[in-house]
């Protein structure tokens, strides 16, 4: 899927809340302990990691790819 993103930077904790991969804030690590999430190809573990456009996250246990896009201008 593509997240347009119209900031600097999303955090990986509010990205997730946000899609409604995680309920909350606070559900962030217990997730990051139970599934493998991958930050441009690399095991990713920090809630707080910033991402940024052209950035890919993935959750291969749960089928779920996320790209970072740049909003378009209609």
Not at 12 to 19: R, Y
Not at 39 to 53: A, D, P, Q, V
Request: negative net charge; aromatic residues 8%.
């Amino acid at each position: 899927m593509e997240y347009k993103l119209f900031e600097e930077f999303i955090t990986l904790q509010a990205l997730l809340k946000e899609l409604g991969i995680t309920h909350s804030g606070g559900a962030i690590k217990s997730f990051l302990s139970e599934h493998s999430v991958y930050f441009n190809g690399e095991l990713e573990s920090r809630r707080g990691k910033k991402l940024r456009i052209g950035d890919k996250v993935d959750i291969p246990d749960m089928n779920i790819d996320i790209l970072l896009t740049q909003p378009t201008s209609d």
